[in-house]
Protein backbone atom coordinates (compact mmCIF):
# COMPACT_ATOMS: atom_id res chain seq x y z
CA UNK A 1 0.00 0.00 0.00
CA UNK A 2 2.74 2.55 0.00
CA UNK A 3 2.54 2.92 -3.73
CA UNK A 4 -0.97 4.56 -2.26
CA UNK A 5 -2.03 7.45 -0.03
CA UNK A 6 -5.21 9.41 0.99
CA UNK A 7 -4.26 13.01 0.90
CA UNK A 8 -6.05 16.34 2.46
CA UNK A 9 -4.92 20.23 2.46
CA UNK A 10 -4.83 22.07 5.22
CA UNK A 11 -4.01 26.10 5.26
CA UNK A 12 -5.41 27.62 8.74
CA UNK A 13 -6.71 26.27 12.13
CA UNK A 14 -10.34 25.38 11.26
CA UNK A 15 -9.44 22.80 8.34
CA UNK A 16 -6.65 21.42 10.78
CA UNK A 17 -9.44 20.41 13.35
CA UNK A 18 -11.25 19.03 10.35
CA UNK A 19 -8.23 17.18 9.24
CA UNK A 20 -8.34 15.30 12.75
CA UNK A 21 -11.68 14.01 12.74
CA UNK A 22 -10.97 12.72 8.78
CA UNK A 23 -7.11 11.38 9.49
CA UNK A 24 -8.55 9.27 12.61
CA UNK A 25 -11.51 7.83 10.84
CA UNK A 26 -9.51 6.92 8.03
CA UNK A 27 -7.66 5.34 10.66
CA UNK A 28 -10.33 3.72 12.12
CA UNK A 29 -11.28 2.02 8.29
CA UNK A 30 -7.63 0.31 8.93
CA UNK A 31 -5.93 1.03 5.95
CA UNK A 32 -2.60 0.80 5.01
CA UNK A 33 -2.28 3.48 2.52
CA UNK A 34 0.10 6.51 3.78
CA UNK A 35 -2.45 9.77 4.69
CA UNK A 36 -0.57 12.56 4.01
CA UNK A 37 -1.68 16.28 5.33
CA UNK A 38 -0.96 18.81 2.95
CA UNK A 39 -0.38 22.50 4.72
CA UNK A 40 0.12 26.20 3.80
CA UNK A 41 1.93 29.02 5.91
CA UNK A 42 -1.44 29.57 6.63
CA UNK A 43 -1.62 27.07 9.53
CA UNK A 44 0.40 27.14 12.50
CA UNK A 45 2.51 24.29 13.38
CA UNK A 46 0.78 23.87 16.73
CA UNK A 47 -2.70 23.27 15.07
CA UNK A 48 -1.03 20.30 12.92
CA UNK A 49 0.36 17.89 16.30
CA UNK A 50 -2.97 16.36 16.70
CA UNK A 51 -3.12 14.72 12.53
CA UNK A 52 0.94 14.17 13.40
CA UNK A 53 -0.13 12.14 16.30
CA UNK A 54 -2.36 10.16 14.51
CA UNK A 55 0.39 9.54 12.25
CA UNK A 56 -0.02 11.43 9.53
CA UNK A 57 2.65 12.28 7.16
CA UNK A 58 3.51 16.30 7.32
CA UNK A 59 3.83 18.33 4.28
CA UNK A 60 4.52 21.50 3.64
CA UNK A 61 3.23 23.33 -0.10
CA UNK A 62 3.20 26.47 -1.05
CA UNK A 63 0.63 27.83 -2.86
CA UNK A 64 0.40 28.34 -6.67
CA UNK A 65 2.35 31.29 -8.58
CA UNK A 66 -0.59 32.51 -10.12
CA UNK A 67 -0.98 36.08 -11.55
CA UNK A 68 -1.80 38.83 -9.99
CA UNK A 69 -4.88 39.56 -12.51
CA UNK A 70 -5.55 35.57 -11.82
CA UNK A 71 -5.39 36.11 -8.05
CA UNK A 72 -7.22 39.65 -8.55
CA UNK A 73 -10.17 37.52 -10.05
CA UNK A 74 -10.67 34.70 -8.35
CA UNK A 75 -11.13 36.73 -4.52
CA UNK A 76 -13.42 35.82 -2.60
CA UNK A 77 -15.77 38.80 -3.02
CA UNK A 78 -15.25 38.37 -6.81
CA UNK A 79 -16.07 34.50 -6.66
CA UNK A 80 -18.87 35.11 -4.91
CA UNK A 81 -20.69 38.10 -6.71
CA UNK A 82 -20.36 36.04 -10.08
CA UNK A 83 -21.66 32.21 -8.17
CA UNK A 84 -23.67 33.49 -5.14
CA UNK A 85 -24.14 30.51 -2.77
CA UNK A 86 -27.75 30.95 -2.20
CA UNK A 87 -28.04 27.47 -0.52
CA UNK A 88 -25.93 27.68 2.01
CA UNK A 89 -23.07 29.71 3.64
CA UNK A 90 -19.37 29.37 3.01
CA UNK A 91 -17.27 30.08 6.65
CA UNK A 92 -15.40 33.18 6.98
CA UNK A 93 -11.77 31.42 7.17
CA UNK A 94 -12.56 29.67 3.45
CA UNK A 95 -10.13 31.65 1.14
CA UNK A 96 -10.92 30.13 -2.64
CA UNK A 97 -7.67 31.03 -3.82
CA UNK A 98 -6.44 28.08 -1.45
CA UNK A 99 -8.15 25.62 -3.08
CA UNK A 100 -5.58 25.50 -6.24
CA UNK A 101 -2.90 24.14 -3.68
CA UNK A 102 -4.53 20.73 -4.50
CA UNK A 103 -2.81 20.81 -7.98
CA UNK A 104 0.37 20.19 -5.76
CA UNK A 105 -1.18 16.20 -5.91
CA UNK A 106 0.13 15.84 -8.94
CA UNK A 107 4.05 16.54 -8.17
CA UNK A 108 3.64 13.98 -5.89
CA UNK A 109 5.23 10.78 -8.43
CA UNK A 110 6.87 8.76 -5.34
CA UNK A 111 3.15 7.44 -5.34
CA UNK A 112 0.73 5.54 -8.08
CA UNK A 113 -2.23 6.80 -6.51
CA UNK A 114 -3.95 9.64 -3.93
CA UNK A 115 -7.30 9.67 -3.27
CA UNK A 116 -7.43 13.34 -2.08
CA UNK A 117 -10.45 14.04 0.89
CA UNK A 118 -11.35 17.60 1.48
CA UNK A 119 -10.64 18.44 4.93
CA UNK A 120 -14.05 18.41 5.97
CA UNK A 121 -15.39 14.78 5.17
CA UNK A 122 -15.27 12.01 7.30
CA UNK A 123 -14.61 8.01 6.12
CA UNK A 124 -17.29 5.76 7.09
CA UNK A 125 -15.96 2.91 5.81
CA UNK A 126 -13.15 1.55 3.47
CA UNK A 127 -12.48 3.17 0.12
CA UNK A 128 -9.59 1.62 -0.46
CA UNK A 129 -11.23 0.34 -3.95
CA UNK A 130 -10.87 3.81 -5.04
CA UNK A 131 -7.20 2.95 -5.42
CA UNK A 132 -8.04 0.51 -7.96
CA UNK A 133 -9.98 3.44 -9.85
CA UNK A 134 -8.78 5.87 -12.55
CA UNK A 135 -7.83 9.05 -13.13
CA UNK A 136 -10.03 10.99 -13.04
CA UNK A 137 -12.69 9.31 -11.04
CA UNK A 138 -15.49 11.95 -8.29
CA UNK A 139 -18.66 12.13 -7.80
CA UNK A 140 -21.23 13.96 -9.29
CA UNK A 141 -22.35 17.14 -7.21
CA UNK A 142 -25.72 16.27 -5.83
CA UNK A 143 -27.48 18.03 -3.00
CA UNK A 144 -29.97 19.61 -4.33
CA UNK A 145 -32.10 17.67 -7.38
CA UNK A 146 -30.77 14.53 -9.36
CA UNK A 147 -30.30 17.42 -12.24
CA UNK A 148 -26.54 18.47 -10.41
CA UNK A 149 -25.20 14.88 -11.75
CA UNK A 150 -23.89 16.55 -14.40
CA UNK A 151 -20.95 18.37 -12.28
CA UNK A 152 -18.20 17.06 -10.38
CA UNK A 153 -17.59 17.66 -6.56
CA UNK A 154 -13.85 17.80 -6.14
CA UNK A 155 -14.07 16.87 -2.72
CA UNK A 156 -13.37 13.43 -3.12
CA UNK A 157 -11.21 12.31 -6.58
CA UNK A 158 -8.62 9.87 -7.71
CA UNK A 159 -5.37 11.18 -8.93
CA UNK A 160 -2.69 9.77 -10.68
CA UNK A 161 0.38 11.57 -10.01
CA UNK A 162 2.38 12.95 -12.85
CA UNK A 163 4.71 15.82 -13.36
CA UNK A 164 3.61 16.25 -16.78
CA UNK A 165 0.09 16.29 -15.97
CA UNK A 166 1.16 18.74 -13.25
CA UNK A 167 2.58 21.08 -16.00
CA UNK A 168 -0.05 20.67 -18.46
CA UNK A 169 -2.75 22.12 -15.63
CA UNK A 170 -0.13 25.04 -15.13
CA UNK A 171 -0.43 25.87 -18.59
CA UNK A 172 -4.35 26.37 -18.89
CA UNK A 173 -5.10 27.52 -15.62
CA UNK A 174 -3.32 30.75 -15.23
CA UNK A 175 -4.04 31.70 -19.14
CA UNK A 176 -4.93 35.01 -19.83
CA UNK A 177 -8.76 35.45 -18.63
CA UNK A 178 -8.73 32.20 -16.98
CA UNK A 179 -11.56 32.24 -14.78
CA UNK A 180 -12.82 29.05 -12.80
CA UNK A 181 -16.36 29.66 -11.52
CA UNK A 182 -15.74 27.13 -8.49
CA UNK A 183 -12.09 27.09 -8.46
CA UNK A 184 -10.35 23.86 -8.33
CA UNK A 185 -13.90 21.99 -9.42
CA UNK A 186 -14.45 24.14 -12.38
CA UNK A 187 -10.76 23.69 -13.46
CA UNK A 188 -10.45 19.53 -12.56
CA UNK A 189 -13.72 19.35 -14.67
CA UNK A 190 -12.55 21.06 -17.60
CA UNK A 191 -9.20 19.44 -17.67
CA UNK A 192 -10.68 15.95 -16.99
CA UNK A 193 -13.60 16.49 -19.60
CA UNK A 194 -14.48 12.79 -19.27
CA UNK A 195 -14.28 12.06 -15.84
CA UNK A 196 -14.95 9.46 -14.03
CA UNK A 197 -18.34 9.00 -11.70
CA UNK A 198 -18.14 7.68 -8.77
CA UNK A 199 -21.70 6.65 -6.80
CA UNK A 200 -22.45 9.64 -4.51
CA UNK A 201 -21.85 7.32 -1.52
CA UNK A 202 -18.47 8.49 -1.86
CA UNK A 203 -19.02 11.48 -1.76
CA UNK A 204 -22.23 12.41 0.40
CA UNK A 205 -22.86 16.06 0.49
CA UNK A 206 -24.54 17.13 3.88
CA UNK A 207 -27.64 18.29 1.99
CA UNK A 208 -29.28 15.61 0.74
CA UNK A 209 -30.20 14.73 4.12
CA UNK A 210 -32.61 17.14 4.25
CA UNK A 211 -32.53 18.34 0.10
CA UNK A 212 -32.90 14.47 -0.97
CA UNK A 213 -33.22 12.22 2.22
CA UNK A 214 -34.72 9.44 -0.06
CA UNK A 215 -30.45 9.34 -1.36
CA UNK A 216 -29.44 8.46 1.97
CA UNK A 217 -28.84 5.13 2.87
CA UNK A 218 -26.54 4.43 5.94
CA UNK A 219 -25.68 0.85 4.72
CA UNK A 220 -24.34 2.21 1.98
CA UNK A 221 -22.56 5.60 2.57
CA UNK A 222 -18.96 5.69 2.87
CA UNK A 223 -17.62 9.47 3.17
CA UNK A 224 -19.95 11.98 4.95
CA UNK A 225 -18.74 15.38 3.29
CA UNK A 226 -19.76 18.50 5.43
CA UNK A 227 -20.14 21.08 2.45
CA UNK A 228 -20.40 24.70 3.50
CA UNK A 229 -21.69 25.13 7.29
CA UNK A 230 -19.09 23.18 8.82
CA UNK A 231 -19.87 21.08 11.80
CA UNK A 232 -17.19 22.44 14.21
CA UNK A 233 -19.23 26.32 13.78
CA UNK A 234 -22.34 27.33 15.18
CA UNK A 235 -24.74 28.21 12.51
CA UNK A 236 -28.31 28.56 11.80
CA UNK A 237 -28.78 24.73 9.71
CA UNK A 238 -27.05 22.66 12.84
CA UNK A 239 -30.65 21.41 13.90
CA UNK A 240 -31.57 20.15 10.47
CA UNK A 241 -28.04 18.37 10.74
CA UNK A 242 -27.79 17.28 14.24
CA UNK A 243 -27.14 13.75 13.69
CA UNK A 244 -24.44 14.72 11.43
CA UNK A 245 -23.04 16.64 13.45
CA UNK A 246 -22.37 14.42 16.38
CA UNK A 247 -21.03 12.15 14.32
CA UNK A 248 -18.36 14.13 13.43
CA UNK A 249 -17.73 15.32 16.73
CA UNK A 250 -17.37 11.52 18.14
CA UNK A 251 -14.73 11.31 15.24
CA UNK A 252 -13.19 14.61 16.42
CA UNK A 253 -13.22 13.87 19.90
CA UNK A 254 -11.84 10.25 19.73
CA UNK A 255 -14.88 8.33 21.10
CA UNK A 256 -16.25 5.02 20.51
CA UNK A 257 -18.17 5.06 17.21
CA UNK A 258 -21.58 3.37 16.71
CA UNK A 259 -22.51 1.21 14.44
CA UNK A 260 -23.90 2.87 11.23
CA UNK A 261 -27.23 1.03 10.51
CA UNK A 262 -27.61 2.12 14.19
CA UNK A 263 -27.70 6.04 13.43
CA UNK A 264 -30.97 7.46 12.30
CA UNK A 265 -31.70 8.70 8.49
CA UNK A 266 -33.22 11.60 7.80
CA UNK A 267 -36.96 11.60 7.46
CA UNK A 268 -38.33 11.03 4.13
CA UNK A 269 -41.78 12.90 3.53
CA UNK A 270 -44.57 10.46 2.14
CA UNK A 271 -47.08 11.49 -0.61
CA UNK A 272 -50.54 11.48 0.52
Known amino acids: MTRYAYATLVTNADYAMGATALV ?6 GTEADILVLHTGG ?5 LVPVAELGARLVPVELLATSDAFNERHQ ?3 LHGAAPFTKGTKPAFHTPLDNFAKLRLWQMEEYERIVFLDADTLVVRSIDKL ?8 APNVYESLADFHRLNSGVFVARPSRATFEAMLGRLDAPEAFWRRTDQTFLETF ?5 GLPVTFNMLQYVWFNLPALWDWNSVRVVHYQYEKPWEDHDKAE ?5 IELWRTYFEGREVPDLASLPGPTVSRPA
Not at 192 to 196: A, C, I, N
Open 43 to 47: VAAEA
Open 76 to 78: RAK
Open 131 to 138: FGYPEFSA
Open 192 to 196: FPDWH
Open 240 to 244: KLKPL
Open 24 to 29: RSLRLT
